[in-house]
Nanobody
């Protein structure tokens, strides 16, 4: 397993940007596909974005396509989520996730590593 620590959450006005970071421990970061999930109050945790081990392939939920961008820096053991044009409905706790393949990140059944989450609040 890999240890994950998210940062970068906060309060932002609707339409504004925010960038989340997720730092991973260990020297095997490049062997993990990475993803971001979000969980709003009273809702299930849901998939937001995923990126392959090399960073060549990315996948997004329809609700964030064209607004959010996932990227990674394997030299820094970090994955990012650039969020633009934020909406109040994007308000949630955002979690970083790691697993062997993008398929598992996107479809489960179980992800091996999770971060503790970072709160994103978008005001209208």
């Amino acid at each position: 397993q890999v240890q994950l620590v998210e940062s970068g959450g906060g309060l932002v006005q609707a339409g504004g940007p925010l960038r989340l970071s997720c730092a991973a421990s260990g020297r095997t970061f490049s062997t993990y596909a990475m993803g971001w999930f979000c969980q709003a109050p009273g809702k299930e945790r849901e998939f937001v974005a995923a990126i392959s081990r090399s960073g060549d392939s990315t996948y997004y939920a329809d609700s964030v396509k064209d607004r959010f961008t996932i990227s990674r820096d394997n030299g820094k053991n970090t994955v990012y989520l650039q969020m633009n044009s934020l909406k109040p409905e994007d308000t949630a706790v955002y979690y970083c996730a790691a697993d062997a393949t993008v398929y598992t990140i996107r479809f489960g059944p179980r992800i091996s590593s999770w971060g503790q989450g970072t709160q994103v609040t978008v005001s209208s």
